[in-house]
């Protein structure tokens, strides 16, 4: 293991005829952004396979922008459960120890053993595309629009099938370089200029001066959709005030409202719903905005 002055980090694994087998690596850039962005983190070896037949391994997060970040990268030469434990645990001293609050996977049980023994306190969820991909073969007949922002997004246009690890190691990094000067500049268009509050509510003001572009862009869709929402009940006791939140919805031309449970935290201003669409998708979401809107006491945690 070589840690070059504390920035660029990385680890070479040998066989037993002591040739290269896997190879790990990360920038100081990457490693900073992970201080920032720990919470989930992707890892997929599905993208990318060279004429070596050796995959590309990149470790993946999401910025304050809602936009994926490379936290790490990984060559191997085989996908079984001790190559894993050797990569995510090469991974893990990179950054200091400390492991994701969750990872995202695809269903590879070798995957899933080394994550349980180098991550046993992190979340493992399986990826979504992953499971949307596999549906036609399960139920005749049924489809999916559904696109994965997939590592093509990262590497296009750089690597490719026919890319020889050479080339690779010139290539790899120009493409995080392009990405990093792209956030750099809406980094800078969300310091400089403000997108437009679409009402006089001091929660969306507050919104506007702490999120990004991008994320309070999302905010604003919530709160126009709050006009679909009603609180149907409240109750209070001495921990908690519980709302019935009615959502007004059509599905095929006729009404198909849903109904929803609002908890909040009186004291603390943590606010959770039973739709669980704040965990998914991480913006705060329009049944949370209309309570907090009631009690106007508070403000946004």
Known sequence: MKDLNSDFFYDIALDEDNKICSV??????TRAAYEEFDDVVSFDTTYLRNKYDIPFAPFVGVNHHGNSILLGYGLMSSKDTASFVWLFQCWLRCMRNKPPIGIITDQCRAMANAIQEVFPNTRHRWCLWH??????????????????EGMNAFFDGFINYSTTLQQFV???????????QKEIQVDFSSLNMK????SQSPIERQFQLEYTHARFEEVQTEFRSRMNCFIKETVKDDFFNTYTMKEERMWEGKCADKFFKVQLDPETKHCTCSCLLFEFRGIIYRHCLLVFGQEDAYSVP
Do not use: H
């Open 24 to 29: 790990f690596w990360a920038d100081a850039r």
């Open 131 to 148: 499971i949307m991909k596999k549906l036609p073969e399960k139920f005749q007949g049924m489809s999916t629009t559904q696109r994965s």
């Open 170 to 180: 010139v290539q790899y990094d120009n493409a995080p370089r392009v990405k990093a």
């Open 195 to 198: 997108v437009t509050c679409g």
